[in-house]
């Protein structure tokens, strides 16, 4: 998904709504310790979702969602009668093993990092597509403010709670994974957004707790296990 500076709305709304976005992230960073890691699980996650018309300025076709059951079909060739299931596809990795205990605890809390965070990067890619679908019929400025003002609230309310419950680890995946589904890190996200000064900024608090919002995915390398979590994960293998 490749991002474009081109803004339907105009830079003044673009700007109202990330000045908005920074100060409830900041109302968390200065009030509460305790959830100071949200300030940058919101800054990527609902800065694409306040703002989706920067990501795409086309269509996008929704793939079909594979069942996890066997769905039967019946067909009749020729006088009999044949039953057609549909079933996912299976995947086959060689085995990990594991040098050590800790190996093991690290791929375990992987797996389980993986499931808490990916269905938030999911969230990104299928409200980018909702919205996008939205606002194209919409036929006026006014309508779309109105829209997004809308589905501002409706976004924190819909996901605030789930985020707080993620660990520090698991934020960290869910930047790796919104890289993924999105082929955009939240550095470039915030620069094309706010600017470079920004971007810096919120890179150097992150670097605080840990995090790298420059950090790119890497599925072929140094994310492989990550990769290979998510294939088995989708395939219901895990």
């Known amino acids: 998904m490749k991002i474009s500076q081109k803004n339907i709305f105009g830079t003044n709304i673009v700007m109202k709504y990330t000045n908005k976005l920074f100060a409830f992230i900041n109302k968390f960073l200065f009030v509460d310790f305790k959830v100071i890691k949200l300030k940058i699980y919101f800054l990527c ?21 594979v069942p996890s059951y066997a769905v039967m079909e019946k067909v009749i060739e020729n006088g009999d009668t044949l039953f057609i299931g549909y079933i996912r596809d299976v ?18 809390r992987t797996v389980r990092d993986v499931k808490k965070a990916l269905p938030y990067a999911r969230i990104v890619s299928s409200e980018i597509a909702r919205v996008n679908r939205d606002l194209y019929y919409l036929p006026s ?32 995946m869910l930047l790796k994974l919104i890289d993924r ?9 915030i620069k094309a957004y706010k600017g470079n000064v920004p971007a810096f900024f919120w890179n150097v608090v992150a670097h605080f707790w840990g995090s790298d919002l420059k950090m790119d995915y890497d599925g072929g390398d140094k994310d492989r296990i990550v990769e290979r979590v998510v294939t088995l994960v989708d395939a219901g293998q895990l």
């Open 91 to 108: 995947y086959i990795y060689p085995p990990i093993v594991f040098k050590n205990r800790k190996q093991e605890q690290f791929y375990w």
């Open 181 to 189: 589904e999105c082929e955009i890190n939240t550095y470039d996200l």
């Open 141 to 172: 400025d006014a309508e779309r403010k109105k829209y997004l003002k809308t589905f501002e609230k409706e976004a924190f309310r819909k996901y605030e709670g789930g985020l707080r419950k993620l660990t520090v680890n698991q934020g960290k």
């Open 45 to 65: 996650l609902f800065s694409m979702l306040f703002f989706p018309n920067t990501f795409a300025q086309e269509p996008v076709t929704e793939q079909p969602v």
